[in-house]
C-alpha cells in the first residue's frame, strides 16, 4: 500500500500496438474498442507488498535452484542484473521481480512446450528477487536458445527472458522480455516488432556488460527496467480523507 | 531547441507469451516444488472479515473462443473498504490474487471477500469493484479492468459514469448466480467487448 499522488498517464507510444497482422494471435486478442481513460484511483496507486522473507536463498539463481543446489544447469552461465526505477528517475525498492525463460536449448520446462531440444533435468526456468533498497536486482541463470514458434511459415524467437514487476502499485504493473545485444533474430522477430518504434526496441536489448562479469565463472547483461512514476507538483496536495 | 526533460520513459510492454505460468505460477506449469508456495495463491486467509464469495468466469477472444492460456491478477481492499497495509485493514485480507484459466474448460476462479467502497479522487465513494489485469500469448500490454457487482448501488461510481455507451457498463458487473456466487464473463474483442481501462 502505498499512496503518493496519481500515476503518470500511460504514455501508449512507447508501447506495442495491440493489434499486429504479423504477431496473429494478437490480431484476436486486443480490443478494437478504445480503452476508457481517467486519472489513477486509490485502488491502482496502491498494490501488494512482498517481503524478502518469502524469498528461498536460492530463488535468483535459476542455475541451481530447481535442484536445490545439487547440480548446475546445462548452458552458458550469465548475470543479469540490473536496476527498478519510476518515470521520475527515483528507483523502485523493494518490488518483486520474476523471470522466466526457456534453456539453452530453447525449451520450456511447461506442459505445453512441444519442441524436441531436449530438456534439461537440472534447469527449472523461473526466478524471483526483491529490489534492494536502491532498486538493483540481480539473477545468475543460463543464457536461453533462440526456439521456432507457429506464427508465420519459419518464426524464431530470439533468445529472450521473460520479466514480470510490480512496482508499488498495482497500476505500475509490467510484463516484458530481454533480448540480448547482437542477436540477429531481434531484427527478425514480429513479437519485439509489435513495438513501432526502433528506438523503444532498443530498451529491451541488454548489452553485454564486462563490469560485471566474474572471469571464468560467468558473462553479465544490464537491464534497467523503468515503471509508471507519480505526478506530484507542488499545487497538487493529497486529496482529503486519502 | 529546449531543454532537455529529465524524466525517464517507461519501459515497453511486450506479451506475456504461452509460458507465463512458468514465471507466475509454477505448479500450474509442472514445476512444484520450485517455491514452497505459488505467489498470490489466495486473496484472503481464513477468518477475513465479511461475506465470502466466489466469481467464476471466462476470458473469451474476439471469435468468441474461451482461452485456456489467460492468466489473471486482482487487487482490491477489504470488506470495509481499506487495501493491505492501511490502517485498520484486515489482516486476513492480502488483496492480491493470481489465478489462470482452466487448461481444459478456460474457466477461472477468484475466492476472496466481498470488497467495500473506496473513495473517489474527487472525495466520494467508489462503489466496491476488484481490479483485475489480463495476460496472455497474444495480448501486447496487460490489459486492465474492473470487476463491479450487480448487487451493490453503482449509481454514483464515478467511472462507471465515464461509460459513454450505456450497455457497456453491463460488461463490468458480476451477475449474482447464488448465495455468495457471482459469474464474470470477459471479452477481449468483438460483440459483448469488456470495457477495458487506461489509468
Ligand atoms: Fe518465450
Redesign the interface.
Given at each position: 500500500m502505498t499512496d503518493q499522488g496519481r500515476l503518470i498517464p500511460r504514455n501508449r507510444a512507447v508501447h506495442p500496438v495491440p493489434y499486429d497482422p504479423d504477431y496473429k494471435t494478437s490480431m484476436t486478442r486486443s480490443p478494437s474498442l478504445p480503452l476508457l481513460s481517467m486519472d489513477s484511483t486509490f485502488t491502482e496507486e496502491t498494490g501488494p507488498r512482498f517481503g524478502h522473507n518469502m524469498l528461498g536463498a536460492l530463488d535468483n539463481n535459476l542455475i541451481l535452484n530447481w535442484t536445490k543446489g545439487a547440480a548446475p544447469a546445462v548452458g552458458e552461465r550469465i548475470l543479469m542484473h540490473g536496476r527498478v526505477l519510476d518515470e521520475m528517475g527515483r528507483p523502485v525498492p523493494h518490488t518483486l521481480v520474476e523471470i522466466w525463460q526457456a534453456n539453452a536449448g530453447g525449451r520450456y520446462r511447461h506442459i505445453k512446450d512441444t519442441y524436441f531440444a531436449p530438456l534439461d533435468p537440472n534447469f527449472g526456468g523461473c526466478g524471483r528477487t526483491i529490489t534492494d533498497e536502491n532498486g538493483y536486482y540481480e539473477f545468475l541463470t543460463i543464457r536461453p536458445g533462440a526456439y521456432p514458434w507457429p506464427n508465420r511459415g519459419n518464426e524464431w524467437r530470439p533468445m529472450h527472458i521473460h520479466i514480470s514487476v510490480f512496482g508499488h502499485s498495482f497500476g505500475q504493473r509490467l510484463i516484458t522480455q530481454m533480448y540480448f545485444e547482437g542477436d540477429p533474430l531481434i531484427d527478425r522477430c514480429p513479437i519485439a516488432a509489435t513495438i513501432k518504434d526502433r528506438g523503444h526496441i532498443d530498451r529491451l536489448v541488454a548489452p553485454l556488460d564486462m563490469s560485471k562479469a566474474k572471469p571464468m565463472d560467468f558473462l553479465a547483461y544490464k537491464f534497467d527496467i523503468v515503471l509508471r512514476g507519480r505526478r506530484q507538483t507542488m499545487f497538487e496536495n493529497k486529496p482529503e480523507g486519502m | 531547441m529546449v531543454q532537455s526533460l529529465?524524466?525517464?520513459?517507461?519501459?515497453?510492454?511486450?506479451?506475456?507469451?504461452?509460458?507465463?505460468?512458468?514465471?507466475?505460477i509454477?505448479t500450474f506449469?509442472?514445476?512444484e516444488g520450485?517455491?514452497?508456495e505459488d505467489?498470490?495463491k489466495r486473496a484472503i486467509e481464513e477468518g477475513a472479515k465479511g461475506q465470502i464469495i466466489t466469481i467464476r468466469g471466462t476470458v473469451a477472444?474476439?471469435?468468441g473462443?474461451v482461452?485456456r492460456?489467460a492468466m489473471l491478477?486482482s487487487?482490491?481492499?477489504d470488506a470495509a473498504g481499506k487495501?493491505?497495509?492501511?490502517d485498520g485493514?484486515d489482516p486476513k485480507v492480502?488483496?492480491?490474487c493470481r489465478f489462470a484459466a482452466d487448461?481444459e474448460t478456460g474457466e477461472f476462479e477468484l475466492r476472496t471477500v466481498k470488497p467495500g467502497a473506496?473513495?473517489?479522487?474527487?472525495?466520494t465513494l467508489?462503489a466496491p469493484?476488484i481490479?483485475i489485469?489480463i495476460?496472455?500469448?497474444?495480448?501486447?500490454?496487460?490489459?486492465?479492468s474492473?470487476i463491479y457487482f450487480e448487487d451493490e448501488d453503482n449509481s454514483t461510481d464515478?467511472?462507471l459514469a465515464?461509460?459513454e455507451q450505456r450497455p457497456?457498463v453491463d460488461t463490468l458487473i458480476a451477475k449474482k448466480t447464488g448465495e455468495g456466487e457471482y459469474r464474470f464473463d470477459i471479452r477481449?474483442?468483438?460483440e459483448g467487448?469488456?470495457?477495458?481501462?487506461?489509468?
Open positions: - | 529529465d524524466t525517464l520513459q517507461e519501459t515497453p510492454s511486450q506479451t506475456a507469451g504461452p509460458y507465463v505460468h512458468i514465471g507466475c509454477p506449469a509442472g514445476l520450485i517455491y514452497p505467489l498470490g477472444d474476439g471469435t473462443w482461452m492460456d491478477e487487487w482490491q481492499p487495501f493491505p497495509g492501511q485493514a492480502n488483496g492480491f487448461a473506496v473513495p473517489a479522487p474527487n472525495g467508489q469493484h481490479a489485469w495476460v496472455a500469448r497474444g495480448i501486447n500490454i496487460g490489459l486492465q474492473r464515478p467511472l465515464r461509460i457497456r477481449l474483442q468483438g467487448e469488456t470495457v477495458f481501462l487506461d489509468m
